[in-house]
T-cell receptor, first 112, second 109 residues
């Protein structure tokens, strides 16, 4: 199984701050994803990456960017945090086509 | 109509009961299907993949009906530790995973 690690469980940031959420996977696999999960809205895809330096927008990319400089690391960046970005952020990795997602333990971000 | 639909519950069942969840999906070209469980304030964890022939893992049985476009999960001999939200997940083309809203299960002593 892919093991996915997110660097922070809880973060509190101020409006306007630049925020970095880090995610590392321990297998040499290409596909990585960032989701956010909100009550009543379920999981929504922000960005995904299928290889180093490659990125694709998901359903809700506005206000976010990503960085994939190394295969094992996929970072989510909030350029200027806003209160509506308060959420649970979930990183996921995937071994290959038709295989399931494996999630990190999540980062609960609060923007005040 | 949402692409993946589930009864949100909650399903409140006594220990030892058998409980079944259904999930319907709208995209007939969907390729892969999964059940995840999610505990409160934790990440989703893969429970099982769902295969066309149906598959079983201990007390859990998953079925796929492509003609009717639904997936089911059966839990036998429910345990207190089965209390969680169960997410139905459908993979369409490429990296497109669609999550259902989840069904809450509470197993009562």
């Amino acid at each position: 199984d892919v093991k996915v690690t997110q660097s922070s469980r809880y973060l509190v940031k101020r409006t306007g701050e630049k925020v970095f959420l880090e995610c590392v996977q321990d297998m040499d696999h290409e596909n990585m994803f960032w989701y956010r999960q909100d009550p009543g809205l379920g999981l929504r895809l922000i960005y995904f990456s299928y290889d180093v330096k490659m990125k694709e927008k998901g359903d809700i990319p506005e206000g976010y960017s990503v960085s994939r400089e190394k295969k094992e690391r996929f970072s989510l960046i909030l350029e200027s945090a806003s209160t509506n970005q308060t959420s649970m952020y979930l990183c996921a990795g995937r071994q290959g086509n038709n295989s399931p997602l494996h999630f990190g333990n999540g980062t609960r971000l609060t923007v005040t | 109509r949402k692409e993946v639909e589930q009864d949100p519950g909650p399903f409140n069942v006594p220990e030892g009961a058998t409980v079944a969840f259904n999930c319907t999906y709208s995209n007939s070209a969907s390729q892969s299907f999964f059940w995840y469980r999610q505990d409160c304030r934790k990440e989703p964890k893969l429970l099982m993949s769902v295969y066309s022939s149906g598959n079983e893992d201990g007390r859990f049985t998953a079925q796929l009906n492509r003609a009717s476009q639904y997936i089911s999960l059966l839990i036998r001999d429910s345990k207190l530790s089965d209390s969680a939200t169960y997410l139905c997940v459908v993979q369409n083309y490429g990296q497109n995973f669609v999550f259902g809203p989840g069904t809450r299960l509470s197993v009562l002593p």
